[in-house]
């Protein structure tokens, strides 16, 4: 009995141990936090209805080193692409003032602060820096190791040094992945 008691505490805490999971905020909340510890932004660009949003977020955004990375290096948003959160940003204020409630699992109306940011397809991870401008918008399905390029890249600001189409490509090919898939 002390044994299986044992066994059965061990799996429970081992799963606990590994489980991690991204500390996901509001665009508001980040915006906010931004003021106190300045830290680059990871905006999850999403709709209810987008069958490669949900992959993303069960393949990629539940990887274990996908999450401990983006917890330390990136205020991370949830942002419903379609959805009625009204946010501020830039000292404009951003509505859907179209959503219509009956269809919150489908397609809706696209949020103004959707248009506002570029994003025209899902998912779009948009990466913005310190001060909460956009270095740049990420478009479609990343698996861990494609996202932990996009990742190291902005978090340590190498891209600043990516001046052009042929040290873009060298700092590709060169990237070498350490995420377990």
Known sequence: MKKELLLLVLMFTGGL?????????????????????????????????????KMLDKNTFQNKDVAAYVNANFYAVKFNAEGKESITYQENTYGNPNFNPAKENQRNSVHE???????????????LDEAAQVITPVRGYQSPQQLELYLKLFST????????????NAYFEAFVPEFVE
């Open 17 to 53: 141990i590994n489980a991690q999971e991204i500390n996901w905020l509001t665009f508001n909340e980040a915006l906010e936090l931004q003021k106190t510890t300045p830290k680059k932004i990871m905006m999850d660009a999403y709709t209810n209805w987008c069958g490669p949003c």
């Open 113 to 127: 602060f959707t248009r506002a940011l570029g994003v025209n397809a899902y998912p779009t991870i948009v990466f």
């Open 157 to 168: 600001d190498k891209y600043k040094e990516l001046d052009n189409q042929e040290v873009v």
